[in-house]
């Protein structure tokens, strides 16, 4: 037995340095990877933010802010005050409407605390009759993709069917999920003549009565058949203009009518307000898309942008669906920063493996791809290929 007993190598770097096939397998399982993860990560231009944010909304139309505030806001917070799971509860009343933000603690189930919530808010019974559904539902964090306008040398009222189709359209998309146009909501606006009023010897309420008489929708019951029960109801809710102004108001006794027309103005149209959406001096409807925490921003402008190019064919004469924004555009700017510096950054590497190895080994590497193997057996480790 030799007086100089050997060294034995241990650690991680000498049992790759002395199983080369373990090595060259890490080697391919690093590569492929990597190659997986490229394709498959998901391309957004900002980190998923989780917001655990609930919204509480509700519209009363023709209600000022206190009034809003005093009949539904205030009853909302009375309601959820005793929530655990609610850190902060943020409050806005605005004239026709209000809406109570609620901040939950992280810790908590999102999901349960937003049906409690809506358990909560569901249950209150003493709403103002005439206000619409409360809203409740939870703030999610999305991705901004494309914003673009449908423009075109005619009228909003003539632009906003055809975005209300182009929207269909874009949902339709397998990968467009978030599609909001931005366009002024439809009013029916009905001004009384007070000189007619005294004329047909009419007041506010008589023709409050008779709209609400004559355009809604009521329940007549239910019928039982031997294949059950049948629910009976009468679809009479007007949507335009022309039918409100057929109401009648007043029925005289040889069978003489006072219609709405005759002691109101109809407008059918939009609600006031002055609109800022212009293209180039052309009115226009804002769209926009967005992307979910769980979608390819890439992926999502790539399939909007082919269906402009289909669709903008198509489109009626004088409108054009203009591109105003693309996110992408800074999304792959920094994408293909991240793989110049990748790239610059292997040459350094490489040139510096050059200053100390050979060259061959710091470019071409060998079968081993562990950079330098100490070979075991010999009385001193040394470098080899």
Request: proline share 3%; aromatic share 8%; glycine share 4%.
């Amino acid at each position: 037995m030799s007086d100089v007993q050997q060294k034995k190598e241990t650690g991680l770097i000498a049992f790759f340095a002395n199983n080369s096939v373990a090595a060259n397998l890490m080697m391919i399982f690093i590569i492929v990877m990597g190659l997986i993860s490229y394709f498959t990560i998901q391309r957004q231009m900002f980190p998923n933010i989780e917001i655990n944010y609930i919204q509480v909304s509700a519209a009363y139309r023709g209600a000022s802010p206190q009034e809003i505030e005093e009949s539904i806001l205030i009853k909302i917070e009375e309601s959820l005050k005793d929530v655990t799971e609610i850190e902060e509860m943020y409050t806005n009343a605005f004239r026709n409407s209000g809406r109570v933000t609620l901040e939950i603690d992280p810790d908590k189930d999102l999901a349960e605390v937003l049906d409690k919530v809506k358990m909560r808010v569901d249950s209150i019974a003493t709403f103002p009759a005439a206000m619409e559904p409360v809203n409740v539902r939870q703030i999610e964090f999305n991705q901004q993709v494309i914003e673009m306008s449908l423009v075109g040398d005619m009228t909003v009222e003539e632009l906003k069917p055809v975005a209300k189709q182009i929207e269909d359209e874009l949902l339709q998309l397998n990968n467009v999920s978030l599609v909001t146009v931005n366009a002024p909501a439809e009013e029916i606006a009905i001004e009384i003549q007070p000189d007619q009023l005294r004329k047909y010897n009419l007041t506010l309420a008589d023709i409050t009565q008779a709209i609400s008489r004559y355009s809604a929708n009521y329940s007549a019951g239910q019928l039982r058949t031997d294949a059950g029960l049948i629910a009976v109801r009468i679809e009479n809710q007007y949507y335009n203009g022309d039918e409100f102004k057929l109401i009648p108001i007043k029925i005289g006794n040889n069978g003489s009518r006072v219609l709405l027309e005759d002691v109101a103005i109809i407008k059918d149209g939009f609600t006031e307000g002055v609109r800022y959406n212009k293209f180039s001096g052309q009115n226009s409807v804002y769209i926009q898309v967005n992307a979910t925490k769980d979608q390819n921003s890439i992926a999502v402008s790539n399939s909007v942008k082919s269906y402009l190019e289909q669709r903008n064919p198509t489109l009626p004469a004088g409108m054009e669906l203009k591109v105003l924004v693309d996110m992408t555009y800074y999304l792959k700017a920094r994408l293909n920063m991240m793989l110049s510096n990748l790239f610059q950054g292997s040459i350094l590497v490489a040139l510096m493996l050059t200053i100390f190895l050979r060259f061959r080994l710091a470019f071409l590497g060998n079968d081993r791809f562990t950079g330098l193997l100490f070979r075991s057996g010999d009385d001193d480790a040394s470098i080899w290929r």
